[in-house]
């Protein structure tokens, strides 16, 4: 996709915008690959999950440039659903102003492979989780490096990130702002049981929920490690920076 507009399409089951799916040619499985370098996926709905992109069926999406916004969801997964065994790459673009009525008002990635190595992702709301994303599926890893930009989203539970069944996020070097749990427990991220986050570097700022955990929230049997991070200027109803259920480990931070 470069310099492509797919806009005010309207999906009653899934995939708002485009849904991708395996196709068979004389017994041969073939799976899409989309590379978007440019345009806009905006203005789309679904009464399902994906407003924008709905990914399914071994599909690889690799995001470089172009703009993923205001687009809408019934489900889950506003901006993208990333769906069992795809692959997502993030190395740039912006996906923003999307809304789920459910969770992952940016993305909601589910049994898959994905890599956020820069882009920005700005301003999606969720009405229960993960106003920026949803992570979520069995023993899947999944990374985040320092061009990522995760600013201004908001959701009931973890306004940036929602990490979940048991999947394992690494983050590096990335900055988290100005994100919002409404009613809820972390006001950036919300780690669930028996999943794992590790945080090394970067900084956790200006973040707010009425629950727990304005920083970060993290249930029982969850793992969460962290350092050299810094985390300021986060409020919560308790704990300001963070609200901890689970093993934690803190080396080197400023809180």
Known sequence: LCGTNITDN??????????????TNKGVDYYTNITMTGGKVSGNETGGSGGGFLLQSFTTMTLKDGIIENNHTGKDGAGVYVSTNCTFHMEGGQIRNNNADRNGGGLYNYKCTANYNSGSITDNTALNGGGGMVMTGQGYVINMGEGMVITGNTALNGG????????????ENVDLNDNRATTGNGGAIYL??????????????????DGYGGAIFSTTNSTLNIDGLVMKNNKAGYGGAMSLGGTVNLTNSTV
Do not use: D, W, Y
Not at 160 to 171: K, W
Not at 192 to 209: A, M, Q, Y
């Open 10 to 23: 309207t999906a009653e089951a899934n995939g708002g915008g485009i849904c991708t799916s395996k196709r």
């Open 192 to 209: 669930s049981t028996n999943s794992f986050l590790n945080i090394k570097g970067g900084s956790i700022t200006n973040h707010s929920c």
């Open 160 to 171: 940036a990130i929602v990490v979940q069944g048991r999947v394992t996020l690494n983050m």
